[in-house]
C-alpha cells in the first residue's frame, strides 16, 4: 500500500520508540528504508539489531561535508531514490510514498486513517496528520502551517510525487513539493484529527 523512509542522525534515544509506533500500525508499509546519516551514537548498533522482518531495510551514508541548507533534503532523496529503486527491482507495488522524521510517534491508525482520506478524495496529492506536543500530558496542536501537510508523518500519493518530480534537495524540499503540487491541480491537505506527537528538540 505505502512505502516509508526515515532520515536518522544520532537518533539512538528516539528510534526504538519510532520502530514501536510503525511496528504498531493497522496498516504497515511494504517497505521502510531507514537512512543512517552517518551516526556517532547507538544508532547502528540498533538498526543492525532489527529483526523485524525483511521490509525494514538500512542504509548508511558515507561521510560527507554537512550542509545545513540542503543537508535534510539530500538525506531523504537517498531514502525515497533507495525504496523506489528496490520496489522496482523486486516488483513490490505501492500507492504512497510517506516520511517520517525518527521523533515522531504516530496513533496506531495513523496511516490507516490517512491512506482512507486518500481514497475519499483521489484529488489529494499529498497529506499529513496533525503535528501535536505532549506538554505535560496535554496534546497541543503545532500552530505553523494548520492547513498545510507537514514533513513528518506525511504522505503522498506516488502519481503525484512523480508529476512533482519526487523529493528535491531544496532548502525547504516539503513546501516545494506542496506548492508543485497545487500548482498542476493536487489537493494538499492536513488532517488534524490523525495524531501525530512529536518529541520537543531541546538539543
Not at 529503486?85 to 517520517?100: A, H, R, S
Not at 490507516?112 to 497529506?127: H, N, R, S, V, W
Not at 519526487?166 to 516539503?174: A, C, H, K, N, R
Not at 488532517?191 to 531541546?202: E, G, H, L, S
Request: proline share 5%; net charge negative.
Amino acid at each position: 500500500m505505502y512505502i516509508l523512509v526515515t532520515p536518522a542522525k544520532n537518533e539512538a534515544e528516539n528510534l526504538p520508540d519510532l520502530i514501536k509506533s510503525i511496528l504498531s500500525q493497522t496498516v504497515k508499509p511494504n517497505l521502510w528504508v531507514i537512512v543512517d546519516d552517518g551516526s556517532t551514537d547507538a544508532t547502528p548498533e540498533i538498526l543492525a539489531n532489527n529483526e523485524f522482518g525483511d521490509w525494514i531495510k538500512t542504509i548508511r551514508l558515507q561521510p560527507h561535508p554537512r550542509d545545513i541548507t540542503f543537508h535534510y533534503s539530500f538525506v531523504c532523496k537517498n531514502g525515497f531514490d533507495y525504496a523506489i529503486d528496490f520496489c522496482t527491482q523486486m516488483q513490490i507495488e505501492y500507492e504512497f510514498i510517506g516520511l517520517i522524521d525518527a521523533d515522531t510517534l504516530l496513533e496506531n491508525q495513523y496511516f490507516e486513517k490517512l491512506i482512507d482520506e486518500f481514497k475519499t478524495d483521489p484529488y489529494i496529492g499529498i497529506a499529513s496528520g496533525g503535528i501535536y506536543y505532549d506538554n505535560e500530558g496535554k496534546l497541543e496542536l503545532d500552530s505553523v502551517n494548520k492547513e498545510y501537510p507537514r514533513g513528518t508523518g506525511r504522505l503522498w500519493r506516488k502519481t503525484c510525487f512523480m508529476e512533482t518530480e519526487g523529493y528535491l534537495i531544496e532548502p525547504s524540499p516539503d513546501s516545494i513539493s506542496n506548492i508543485k503540487a497545487l500548482l498542476i491541480g493536487w489537493k494538499v491537505k492536513q488532517f488534524k484529527n490523525i495524531i501525530a506527537i512529536q518529541k520537543k528538540n531541546d538539543k
